[in-house]
T-cell receptor, first 111, second 113 residues
Framework: DGGITQSPKYLFRKEGQNVTLSCEQN?????MYWYRQDPGQGLRLIYY???????QKGDIAEGYSVSREKKESFPLTVTSAQKNPTAFYLC??????????FGPGTRLTVL | DQQVKQNSPSLSVQEGRISILNCDYT??????FLWYKKYPAEGPTFLIS?????DKNEDGRFTVFLNKSAKHLSLHIVPSQPGDSAVYFC????????????FGQGTILTVHP
């Protein structure tokens, strides 16, 4: 089965701790993306990567970091510098530059 | 600055009737538009798209209309079914902006049996 997996589905962390969200795809897509969704808002782009070992900041990259060491994997680290980290995080991938396929999401709650 | 706006937070329709979801954009550079459907606690799924060289694209019960002069697009669902109840997001991109989809806030569609 081809698809995008995100783990875990729910994540709780204490304030001040860094946390890493996993995103894996077996669709052989070159591009991968991280979005954040807050209640009543659309998806906002955090980071994206078009190829391995390269990534670009999106609209709200402050307080986040990413790596792209493998085509299949694009982990997102939410650092303690992110002022308001509690949100629903979505990972996506694409083979063309427009139609993106999304994973099931990770809900992060910072206590 | 919200470049893609969905001004109706929610829409309620009767099963079998038409659902019309609207989306406005401000950036005239956008030349590709997409609609996504999202269920709670799941990732969005792609529904339908339209290029700025067209004014209509149809796929089964779903039709997207684009009015470039008004910077407005709409998604028509006919006939609406209870399973269509979800949040619908419109998104826009500029042709050369690889990966840069700009999303609207979403509209919650509820289809009553």
């Amino acid at each position: 089965d081809g698809g995008i997996t995100q783990s875990p589905k729910y994540l709780f962390r204490k304030e001040g701790q860094n946390v890493t969200l996993s995103c894996e795809q077996n669709l052989n897509h070159d591009a991968m993306y991280w979005y954040r969704q807050d209640p009543g808002q659309g998806l906002r782009l955090i980071y994206y990567s078009q190829i391995v070992n390269d990534f670009q900041k999106g609209d709200i990259a402050e307080g986040y970091s990413v790596s792209r060491e493998k085509k299949e994997s694009f982990p997102l680290t939410v650092t303690s510098a992110q002022k308001n980290p509690t949100a629903f995080y979505l990972c996506a991938s694409s083979i063309s530059f427009n139609e993106q396929f999304f994973g099931p999401g990770t809900r992060l709650t910072v206590l | 600055d919200q470049q893609v706006k969905q001004n109706s937070p929610s829409l309620s329709v009767q099963e079998g009737r038409i659902s019309i979801l609207n989306c406005d954009y401000t950036n005239s550079m956008f030349d590709y538009f997409l609609w996504y459907k999202k269920y709670p606690a799941e990732g969005p799924t792609f529904l339908i798209s339209i290029s700025s060289i067209k004014d209509k694209n149809e796929d089964g019960r779903f039709t997207v209309f684009l009015n470039k002069s008004a910077k407005h697009l709409s998604l028509h669902i006919v006939p609406s079914q209870p399973g269509d109840s979800a949040v619908y997001f419109c998104a826009a991109s500029i042709g050369t902006s690889y990966g840069k989809l700009t999303f609207g806030q979403g509209t919650i569609l509820t289809v009553h049996p």
